[in-house]
């Protein structure tokens, strides 16, 4: 995959260096409102910040004369194969940045051999959208548009479901911009009419948009009902308490993903790579523990499952790559930093990442 950075057709790549450069690159492109509903986490964007610097105060120690020519990133994620411990994590409304949205950035995502998470608030219905995918689940009040949800998603490697949304995060940035989704972007999944999402100043049409549809009171019943109802495998996303993590694990969930939604829910919530170890503690034998919120860097995946994952998610970086149409080279630039990693950590493969050691340097 690392030749097809920087090749290919429309997707000839924005000259960037490594995953975090896509961030200034798109800031460059997107209109500031839509900017704004990326970058921007909730409150005071503490956790926002937070994902960061706790990210940056781990610190690996790295294994020398392994005798590695070529590090192998590729596994197992949630029983889908991967070339490289890594999935797309599920984002809302793709089109807002390309006009193929979902579907450019999850055909890069199957060529770079990388699961691709479909967001229960896709722009382009699941069932168009290519690769190997799993469907991500957000609780809505009408218990029939879960069932239908839940039935079209049969197809995918699996459901996860998305716990930390009771309601959205108060996205300041958003209700300043009084941000609205444009004529063009619709929930493709759902029945939503335009004036569910019209704008209103000073308003987020977002964020009342989940106020009006997302049910505020899914509880641990309806993740036992789901798993009743459905044969894929579970994942909860939006983990930070080792006790519902157990919780999880005891309803049957496959995997958790540890996250605070990138920043965007509680602000003040702890950063997910402190939040990490103690979930692996509880239920790491027994589940995939995956993770998000931050992650920007190959070294940031090393980190991440050095601390315990099995592997992380990434949001924003992917996001921002697919506004300057560069999902190829994104990818292709994420395996480089992964197996580079790997190699200046001794690693021949990802179970020698995870017998590295490290300290939180804070
Ligand atoms: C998200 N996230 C998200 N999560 C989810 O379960 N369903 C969704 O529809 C969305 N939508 C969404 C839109 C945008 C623009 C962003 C930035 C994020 C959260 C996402 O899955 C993930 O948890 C974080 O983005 C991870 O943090 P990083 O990698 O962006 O720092």
């Known amino acids: 995959p690392d030749s ?78 991967s070339e490289m411990p890594v999935a797309v994590a599920p984002m809302a409304y793709q089109r807002l940045v390309h006009p193929e949205g979902e579907l450019e950035l999850a055909q890069a995502a199957a060529d770079a051999g990388v699961p691709y998470v479909i967001s229960t608030l896709s722009s382009y219905p699941l069932e168009k959208i290519p690769g190997e995918c799993w469907f991500q689940l957000y609780w809505l009040r009408d218990r029939a548009v879960v069932e239908g949800l839940v039935d079209r998603a049969a197809g995918c490697s699996a459901l996860v479901v998305t716990v930390d949304v009771p309601v959205m995060g108060r996205r300041l940035r958003d209700v300043r911009n009084g941000f609205a989704l444009p ?29 009006s549809a997302f049910s505020p009171t899914v509880s641990w019943d309806d993740l036992e009902w789901l798993k009743r109802r459905t044969e894929l495998p ?51 034998n027994d589940i995939d523990v995956l993770m998000d919120s931050g992650i920007r860097s190959g070294t940031d995946v090393l980190k991440a499952l050095a601390v315990g994952a099995s592997g992380v998610l990434i949001g924003r970086p992917l996001l921002w790559a697919l506004a300057v149409d560069a999902c190829d080279e994104a990818f292709g630039l994420l395996r480089t930093e992964v197996t580079d990693a790997m190699l200046l950590a001794g690693c021949a493969d990802l179970a020698a990442v995870k017998g590295l050691t490290w300290r939180n340097d804070g």
Do not use: W
């Open 4 to 81: 097809r950075a920087g090749v290919g057709g429309g997707r000839a790549g924005a000259g960037a260096l490594c995953l975090a450069d896509y961030e200034s690159l798109a800031g460059g492109l997107l209109s500031a409102p839509v900017g704004d509903f990326i970058s921007g986490g909730s409150g005071a964007e503490l956790t926002l910040r937070g994902n960061r610097s706790a990210l940056d105060r781990v610190r690996i120690t790295p294994r020398v004369m392994a005798g590695v020519e070529a590090a192998d990133p590729s596994g197992r994620l949630v029983g889908s194969a």
């Open 183 to 211: 004529d063009d972007v619709v929930a493709a999944n759902l029945q939503t009419t335009r004036e569910a999402h019209a704008a209103v100043p000073g308003v987020s049409a977002v964020a009342a948009h989940t106020a």
């Open 234 to 284: 579970l994942v909860v996303k939006g983990i930070l308490d080792p006790r519902d993590a157990r919780r999880a694990a005891e309803i049957g969930a496959t995997a958790v993903v540890v996250s605070n939604h990138g920043g965007r829910q509680l602000d003040g919530a702890v950063a997910s790579i402190d939040a990490l170890p103690e979930v692996v503690d509880a239920v790491g």
